[in-house]
């Protein structure tokens, strides 16, 4: 079994965005550092009710700011932290995800695509990581990542799982990739 992961939702979540003022900003550059917290707003609540959870996949990976004080996540390789203000069912504080990072660790052989062009996968029916590839690349620049070739889903190594599910956060599940399924992987 691999030692990485993808993560998924596991109850229901409003789809969160970006406040518009704030969009341009944020997508400007990877590594982004505002004065203030950039607001995000609820704009699609699911009919049920549901509580604010620990981590939100959107509008990218963000973790509460009670959860990521508690970690030792800051400083992982090619990655910044941005802080949001959360404004659904009052105010919360969250940290959000922007990653830089991105190697080449999908073995183009055995995977499954749906579509490769021009050096990009969009869509994948089979995943098989490159041992090879990923035996070169030191732990520390592995722990979190997208590959260069399909950047649609983020790659956590089992390490930074088990910090991170340590304390039984809600919101999401990390998922071992040998189970990708690509209805819900894309």
Known sequence: MSEYFFIRENQPTPIYEVAEEFEEEMLRT???SPSAPVPVIATHKPEQECAIA????????????????????????????????LLDQGEH???MLQLAHEIDVICHEQSIFKRFKRGYISGMKTLV?????LAQIPLY????????????????????V?????DSPTGIEFVPIETFNESWAG
Request: no cysteine; glycine share 2%; net charge negative.
């Open 30 to 32: 990877p590594f982004t």
């Open 54 to 85: 620990d981590i939100l996949l959107e509008p990218e990976f963000a973790l509460s700011q009670h959860l990521f004080d508690s970690l030792k996540i800051e400083s992982l390789y090619g990655s910044n932290w941005i802080p949001l203000k």
């Open 93 to 95: 504080d969250f940290m």
């Open 129 to 133: 990581i490159d041992s090879d590839k």
């Open 141 to 160: 620049k592995r722990q979190v990542f997208r590959d260069s070739s399909w950047g649609f889903h983020t790659f956590f190594h089992k390490d930074i």
């Open 162 to 166: 088990d910090q991170i599910m340590r």
